[in-house]
């Protein structure tokens, strides 16, 4: 007869590696410390990888791109209270730009934290996380474990894909169960991401209108990328004919050298095309909200796929709303324009004209000569993308105002999801991160330019990257300040400018600290160089590219969302 202490019992660690592997789970990112050191030992030494990253913002960014880039969540693991804040950052990040990932945290004992007794790092994380994330939930109790993993995952990829935030209670994480009992909780679960099929009238509807149009633009957005449904996409495009223009994480879903792609000529196709089918954008900021200036003061007639019911009028009427994921809207589509005539020649003839006047008047500055030390966005980027251009399937991380502005423009994407940039939010603090986690999850090389104050947020990374050496070629766009780095200090007194940086900085330092390779480039020729030699040797190298500190324009091409003082006192 056996008694309790012969039954054999799993622990919490067992049971979440467990469910973590079961729902496909092979990397975490995040920092250890109390009270996960040991379950991050575990998770390694039953095969897990782990990336530790040295603040957890950046690990959050770094889960949030591989969710992105692989439609499975990428998974961050932080400590309480601060650490738990620091990932929510980048978990909130992940939910306002439509990317799966999970936050995992360890938290403070219930009992305490619920009456505020003060225990170590004591907070009430799952409401601290509810508003900032697609769905919240706690773990209480270890035999839970695997349908809350699985309800994480299936939150964090089905509809609209986001952050879930999985707090694990002290009291769980403490917990044990018989092995038996814990075998027959464990399970795979079933097609997480389902299909999900637009209405034919629906799509009936929006081929109608698609027909009916003279003058009709794609505009594809990061949820087309997301989507991975990139052969059916260039068909409808080539099919049909029909011009498209990619949002900025969109770019290379079709090559931005496409005959049909209109990125050149964005202020002329906005404001006159009549008809446009959106797919995987949302008519936010970045689209002028779907109307005045930006779209010429009309109301234009828009089909929208998008897999979020409520996405369709939220901010201006929609015409055809097509509501279902896009791999089956757009088939859905093919099928009901099959032996629709192409677009209008006049229309695309306008719209060539337009790219080829942009493209002709922006070459000349790509090729400028400056004094070493003195480049500028132009002829820095214009020998950034000839080095580019032979190394498509290279993952471009790009933030900044100016650097982002000028790389978006100048450097060309030839493939689907590989560039990755500062997102719906326009923020800076996703580099590093998001480089980490595009070089884990596709093994290739990954390039970032990043403006000098961009780099700052993430910019203790560089240990991380050489501790796991990984491909990455980090470049900092140095001219020594935000938007520029000649400010002076309006008050007039010595202290610096409030946009201002230590004057000839030398960032390629940093990463010779650790052991990476570090170069200081003074022409555009030095830094091409050095970015084909980072490509080709895969050594984590940050390269301190030196610019005119009168490089740069206040906020970039969004100046019109700054304020200025209205009076003077
Ligand atoms: C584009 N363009 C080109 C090319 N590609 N010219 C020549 N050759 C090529 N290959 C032209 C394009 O037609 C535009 O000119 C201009 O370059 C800029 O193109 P872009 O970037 O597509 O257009 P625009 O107007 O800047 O787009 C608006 C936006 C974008 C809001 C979508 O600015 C954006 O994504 N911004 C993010 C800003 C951000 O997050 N900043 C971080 C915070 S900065 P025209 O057609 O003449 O207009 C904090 O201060
Ligand atoms: P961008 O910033 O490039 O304009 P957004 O992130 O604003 O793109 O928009 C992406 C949109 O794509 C979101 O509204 C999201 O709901 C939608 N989306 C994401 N994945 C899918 C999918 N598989 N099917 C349909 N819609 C999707
Ligand atoms: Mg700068």
Same mark, same amino acid.
């Given at each position: 007869m056996s008694n309790e202490t012969e039954v054999e019992l799993v622990d919490a660690f067992y049971m979440l590696i467990e469910s973590l592997k079961n729902n496909g789970i092979e990397n975490v990112y995040g920092i250890p410390g109390i009270p996960v050191t040991a379950l991050i030992r575990s998770w390694q030494a039953e095969g897990g990888k782990w990336y530790g990253f040295r603040h957890e913002t950046n690990a959050a960014m770094a889960a949030g791109v591989a969710g992105y880039l692989t439609g499975k969540p990428g998974v961050c693991l932080t400590t309480p209270a601060p650490g738990f804040l620091n990932g929510l950052a980048g978990a909130a990040n992940a939910t306002t730009n439509g990317w799966p990932m999970i936050l995992l945290s360890?938290?403070?004992?219930?009992?305490?934290?619920?009456?505020?007794?003060?225990?170590?790092?004591?907070?009430?994380?799952?409401?601290?996380?509810?508003?900032?994330?697609?769905?919240?939930?706690?773990?209480?109790?270890?035999?839970?474990?695997?349908?809350?993993v699985a309800r994480a995952v299936r939150t964090a990829v089905s509809g609209r894909p986001g952050a879930v935030y999985l707090?694990?209670?002290?009291?769980?994480?403490?917990?044990?169960?018989?092995?038996?009992?814990?075998?027959?909780?464990?399970?795979?679960?079933?097609?997480?991401?389902?299909?999900?099929?637009?209405?034919?009238?629906?799509?009936?509807?929006?081929?109608?209108?698609?027909?009916?149009?003279?003058?009709?633009?794609?505009?594809?957005?990061?949820?087309?990328?997301?989507?991975?449904?990139?052969?059916?996409?260039?068909?409808?495009?080539?099919?049909?004919?029909?011009?498209?223009?990619?949002?900025?994480?969109?770019?290379?879903l079709l090559p931005d050298n496409h005959p049909q792609c209109a990125g050149p000529a964005r202020s002329y196709v906005l404001p006159e095309c009549d008809v446009v089918l959106i797919v995987g954008a949302r008519l936010n900021w970045l689209l002028g909200n779907g109307k005045g200036n930006t779209w010429g003061n009309q109301l234009k007639?828009?089909?929208?796929?998008?897999?979020?019911?409520?996405?369709?009028?939220?901010?201006?009427?929609?015409?055809?709303?097509?509501?279902?994921?896009?791999?089956?809207?757009?088939?859905a589509l093919r099928e009901a324009l099959k032996g629709m005539p192409k677009a209008d020649a006049a229309w695309m003839g306008g719209i060539a004209e337009r790219v080829n006047a942009s493209k002709e008047k922006l070459a000349p500055t790509l090729k400028v000569e400056t004094p070493p030390g003195m480049m500028n966005y132009r002829n820095s980027l214009g020998a950034l993308r000839d080095v580019l251009a032979k190394y498509p399937s290279v993952t471009l991380v790009n933030e900044g105002?100016?650097?982002?502005?000028?790389?978006?423009?100048?450097?060309?994407?030839?493939?689907?999801? %590989?560039? @990755?940039?500062?997102?719906?939010?326009?923020?800076?603090?996703?580099?590093?991160? &998001?480089?980490?986690? *595009? !070089? /884990?999850?596709?093994?290739?090389?990954?390039?970032?330019?990043?403006?000098?104050?961009?780099?700052?947020?993430?910019?203790?990374?560089?240990?991380?990257?050489?501790?796991?050496?990984?491909?990455?070629?980090?470049?900092?766009?140095?001219?020594?300040?935000?938007?520029?780095?000649?400010?002076?200090?309006?008050?007039?007194?010595?202290?610096?400018?409030?946009?201002?940086?230590?004057?000839?900085?030398?960032?390629? %330092?940093? @990463?010779?600290?650790?052991?990476?390779?570090?170069?200081?480039?003074?022409?555009? &020729?030095?830094?091409? *160089? !050095? /970015?084909?030699?980072?490509?080709?040797?895969?050594?984590?190298?940050?390269?301190?590219?030196?610019?005119?500190?009168?490089?740069?324009?206040?906020?970039?091409?969004?100046?019109?969302?700054?304020?200025?003082?209205?009076?003077?006192?």
């Open positions: 360890g938290a403070a004992g219930r009992r305490n934290t619920d009456l505020q007794q003060g225990a170590f790092e004591e907070m009430d994380q799952l409401n601290a996380a509810r508003p900032h994330v697609k769905a919240a939930y706690r773990i209480n109790h270890i035999s839970d474990i695997p349908i809350a707090d694990l209670s002290h009291e769980m994480l403490t917990g044990t169960m018989p092995a038996a009992a814990a075998e027959a909780l464990l399970f795979t679960p079933v097609d997480p991401t389902p299909k999900q099929l637009p209405d034919p009238a629906a799509v009936k509807r929006a081929a109608d209108l698609l027909k009916g149009a003279k003058k009709p633009l794609i505009l594809l957005g990061k949820g087309a990328a997301y989507a991975q449904a990139d052969a059916d996409i260039k068909a409808l495009v080539e099919d049909t004919g029909i011009p498209f223009l990619p949002m900025s994480m969109a770019k290379g007639k828009f089909i929208q796929i998008d897999i979020l019911p409520q996405e369709i009028d939220s901010n201006v009427p929609i015409a055809a709303p097509l509501v279902g994921d896009i791999a089956s809207c757009i088939a105002a100016n650097a982002l502005d000028n790389t978006r423009m100048i450097v060309d994407q030839y493939q689907p999801r %590989k560039r @990755i940039d500062s997102g719906t939010w326009g923020i800076m603090g996703i580099g590093m991160g &998001a480089c980490i986690g *595009a !070089a /884990v999850v596709t093994g290739e090389p990954v390039v970032a330019v990043e403006g000098d104050s961009a780099f700052g947020f993430s910019g203790m990374e560089v240990e991380t990257m050489v501790r796991y050496n990984l491909p990455i070629c980090v470049i900092v766009m140095n001219n020594g300040g935000i938007y520029k780095g000649n400010e002076t200090n309006a008050g007039g007194y010595d202290d610096p400018s409030p946009t201002s940086f230590a004057p000839g900085s030398r960032y390629d %330092k940093m @990463i010779e600290a650790f052991g990476g390779v570090g170069v200081n480039a003074q022409t555009p &020729a030095e830094l091409a *160089a !050095a /970015v084909e030699e980072a490509i080709k040797s895969r050594k984590p190298t940050l390269i301190n590219a030196c610019l005119d500190p009168d490089a740069g324009v206040e906020s970039g091409r969004i100046a019109g969302l700054n304020i200025e003082r209205k009076k003077k006192k």
